[in-house]
């Protein structure tokens, strides 16, 4: 939840900026948007260092022990898994794409696409937090949020694709 809490007030605080320095937000969420995942990578793998958000217990070969589990138990090693594919996957269908031409917006809502599917998937072997009860069905909040980008991103998709409107 701190990922979607803080990805509002980022996005805020950016629309404010934009709008006051009259920059089109569009275009230049676009610029920086492409080094974010590999922002996101390091961040899971310092979790992992430290031993924090570590996933759910497992019996597959690759589960490891944390030392701050007080169950000790084998567990996924979810922050590995984010760091992989919400980050270096992420990236490389980024770097594979980046020299063609978009409608500005295209790589934000991509992101956001990207970003909500490996962490829909992955919230399924990710110990859950404590504080965190909401459950609409199978899902988790995490889960609901990420439906929620991933929609979202794709509706803007539509109504933004070029192909849709006429040329002057």
Known sequence: MAYHGGLIGVLLIYIIFCYKKTINH???ADLFI????????FDRLGNF???????????LPWGMYFPLDPTH????PSQLYEAFFEGIFLFLIFWSIRKRKYFDGFFLSLYFIGYGLARFFIEFVRKP???ATFRLGPFNLAQVLCLGMILVRIFI?????PTK????
């Open 26 to 28: 569009w275009h230049f």
């Open 34 to 41: 492409l080094a974010i995942p590999l922002g996101y990578t």
């Open 49 to 59: 260092i430290n031993g924090e958000l570590y996933g759910r217990v497992t019996t």
């Open 73 to 76: 138990q084998l567990r996924h």
């Open 129 to 131: 937090v404590s504080y």
């Open 157 to 161: 998709i539509l109504i933004k694709n």
């Open 165 to 168: 409107q006429s040329s002057p």
